[in-house]
Structure formats: structure tokens, C-alpha cells
């Protein structure tokens, strides 16, 4: 029997590509979670919103306390109270069984200074989370969290 599935989401404010989009439609469909979290900011994470709500997943919402890039998603059957960025992304991954990010880049940034999408997804990591990276293009990266556990804590 499969283990059941919790989606964390993370991803840029820019939006999905056409091709990041197709993949993360079949991605949701193929996974069938019991569960979803996300940032509930504009972009990308109004679009996980509604892929979930389209396949009927239940989504839990975290929200940011800066409301300039809130999305306000509606049919969540959950809202988290409003947090820090940070604070908020490390309980977006701490909620779920793996991530699924979305990143602007077409490949990973080097170094700690990189975004929101990049920090989260290295935190993810260090939890030993599976990472699932739709990059622009279509292509999908799988990260066995446990690969990067130990090796990428000090960087």
C-alpha cells in the first residue's frame, strides 16, 4: 500500500510557466493527496490553489503577515494564522510529506542569499522531505530529502 501523500508548495510570485503548470497538474492528479499547504501568495500559489480544488484535494492555507502579496485563496478548509516568511515556510514544509516546488530559475542558485522558493526547498531538505522541483521547462527534479540532510546543513 502507497503512504499518503501531504503536498507542501512552494514557488515564485511571478507565476508558473505553460510547462511548469502541465507538469504540476499531472503531478497532483498522479499523487491523489489526502492534503495540501501552501503561502497563499499571489502567483504560483494561486495556481497550486486551484489545480488542488480542481482535483479535490484539501487545502490549508498559511498565510504571510505581510499582505502586500496575498493572495486571499478561497475553498480552503483551513487558514493557519499569519506568520513571518520564514516562519510560515518552515511550517509549510513541516505540515507536509513532500514538497513540490516551482522556481522562476532555470537552475538552483548557488549560495545561501537566494528567495523564498530556494530557502524552502533547502529547509525541506534538511528535514529529509522528498523535493519535487517543476522547473520552467517542464522538466521534473526528484530530491530524496535524505540525500541532502547531513551534506547541505552548513552551507
Known sequence: MLAEVILSFTGTREGLSAQQL????????????I???HGDCVGADETFHAVCLVERVPVVVHPP????LRAFCEGAIDEEPPRAY????RCIVECGTMLVACPKESSEPKGRGAGG?????????????VVVILWPNGSVTV???????????GD
Request: glycine share 6%; hydrophobic share 35%; charged share 25%.
Open 86 to 89: 520564514t516562519t510560515r515556510n
Open 35 to 37: 492534503a495540501a499547504h
Open 65 to 68: 503577515e505581510n499582505k502586500t
Open 117 to 129: 522558493t530556494w530557502w524552502t526547498v533547502r529547509y525541506a531538505r534538511e528535514l529529509g522531505r
Open 22 to 33: 502541465m507538469a504540476l497538474r499531472a503531478l497532483v492528479n498522479g499523487m491523489r493527496p
Open 143 to 153: 530530491d530524496i530529502g535524505e540525500v541532502y540532510s547531513s551534506s547541505h546543513k
